[in-house]
């Protein structure tokens, strides 16, 4: 059945608007900063009054020459670590509050709170948490784990400072992928839960027969969100070390936003190869997520 033009028309005027907003501010800044990587565009130029010109790959050769940024991409990588973590932590939780308790709503929006508080106001609390003589020392101390002569300023050592500042990203990350676990676990019919109760099944198995294999979609979801989260991390990095120390917490991103906005020579050119790079990072990574639960699902289906 052959759509009238005249209804075919008024589909595409209703969607106009926002066809011509994505095309303004998403699909032509996209295109722009992927042409913007195979070009020089340094200060220098802008302040003459002249625009990007086209050098091929000569970008992505200095970025394979640049030790800092091969520094910037295994950190990058390295934050991957905080993904099963985090999602592990925030289905284990969604499972725990998808209970009809009195006050689960109270609980499940205080773990909420630190996904809508500025990134700011992080860092202010958490600078307080790892100084040297803040309350994660204090607790080591109380604990007898150690001593206040030997106290760690968390933020400012080379070892721990990658960890401390893993572990923000962690906090603001959780409450929001519990939420969306909590929603997965509310689509899950109740009958297939009470007839492996019937089974004999305990809590231990429903969990893993029942809850998993229907919640994959939203686990490949959630980790996909969180890997890319990951890898492009920025204002927790940006706000508590700056990158420091001895560039133990510079990211992707940081290179990326240090490289377009830092300095009086700013390099669009190279930033946007750089972003290219951890965008093509994130694809693989993506790609290598879905082969794995497609993987999966023709080995049940089997």
Not at 73 to 95: F, T
Request: aromatic content about 16%; hydrophobic content about 55%; glycine content about 6%.
């Amino acid at each position: 059945m052959r759509i009238p033009w005249r209804q075919t028309l008024m589909s595409y005027t209703f969607l106009a608007p926002a066809l011509i907003l994505l095309a303004v501010f998403t699909f032509y800044p996209l295109v722009y900063g992927a042409y913007l990587g195979f070009t020089e565009y340094t200060g220098a130029r802008f302040a003459q009054g002249l625009g990007p010109k086209f050098t091929g790959l000569d970008n992505f050769r200095t970025l394979a020459g640049d030790p800092l940024f091969h520094t910037a991409i295994w950190n990058s990588v390295r934050y991957l670590l905080v993904v099963p973590v985090l999602q592990l932590a925030s289905l284990a939780v969604a499972v725990l509050v998808n209970k009809e308790l009195p006050g689960m709503t109270w609980f499940r929006a205080a773990y909420y709170v630190p996904v809508v508080t500025s990134v700011s106001l992080a860092a202010v609390m958490f600078e307080w948490v790892f100084n040297r003589e803040g309350v994660l020392n204090w607790v080591l101390t109380s604990l007898h784990l150690t001593t206040p002569q030997k106290a760690i300023g968390w933020l400012n050592s080379e070892t721990w400072a990658f960890f401390a500042v893993m572990l923000v990203t962690f906090w603001r990350g959780f409450g929001y992928y519990m939420v969306l676990y909590l929603a997965g676990l509310q689509t899950i019919p109740q009958e297939l839960e009470e007839a492996a109760v019937l089974d004999g099944a305990n809590p231990w198995q429903r969990f893993w027969r029942v809850t998993v294999p229907l919640m994959r979609p939203t686990i490949l979801l959630c980790t996909l969100l969180s890997t890319i989260a990951a890898l492009r991390v920025l204002e927790e990095v940006l706000v508590l070390t700056n990158g420091g120390p001895l560039n133990s917490t510079y990211t992707a991103l940081m290179y990326v936003y240090a490289k377009a906005f830092q300095g009086f020579d700013f390099n669009y050119g190279l930033a946007s190869a750089a972003g290219l790079v951890v965008a093509a990072v994130a694809l693989i990574i993506s790609a290598v997520n879905f082969r794995l639960f497609r993987t999966d699902d023709v080995a049940e289906g089997a």
